[in-house]
């Protein structure tokens, strides 16, 4: 199983960007129990969740600090997860890391830099 990040780089305060997590080995299938996480972390800091995708019910969850920006979701066509984040502020600056846990197993990326920044 292999999880790729791609979509980060640099932005504006106020600016938006979409990661996308693509999976291959593992099927993002509608029918499915798994977690979809995404994570972020500084350097010097632990790496702590920002959003959860829960299949096969679809429910999501955020940190409290990225409510109403940040949006998780998944197309099972394309096999990928998405974290589209709105309104980037400077403290959302980290390396963002999407994992694939289900019951047995956990996966990671390799991580994407997000950087806001004037």
């Known amino acids: 199983v292999e999880v790729a990040e791609s979509g980060g780089g640099l932005v504006q305060p106020g600016g938006s960007l979409r990661l996308s997590c693509a999976a291959s080995?593992?099927?993002?299938?509608?029918?499915?129990?798994?977690?979809l996480n995404w994570y972020r972390q500084t350097p010097g800091k632990e790496r702590d969740v920002v959003a959860t995708?829960?299949?096969?019910?679809?429910?999501?969850n955020y940190t409290d600090s990225v409510k109403g920006r940040f949006t998780v979701s998944r197309d099972n066509v394309k096999n990928t997860g998405y974290l589209q984040m709105y309104n980037l502020k400077p403290e959302d600056t980290a390396v963002y890391y999407c994992?694939?846990?289900?019951?047995?197993?956990?996966?990671w990326g390799q991580g994407t830099q997000v950087t806001v920044s004037s």
């Open positions: 080995g593992f099927t993002l299938s509608v029918f499915s129990t798994y977690l």
């Open positions: 995708f829960v299949s096969p019910d679809g429910t999501t």
């Open positions: 994992n694939i846990r289900t019951l047995r197993s956990s996966y």
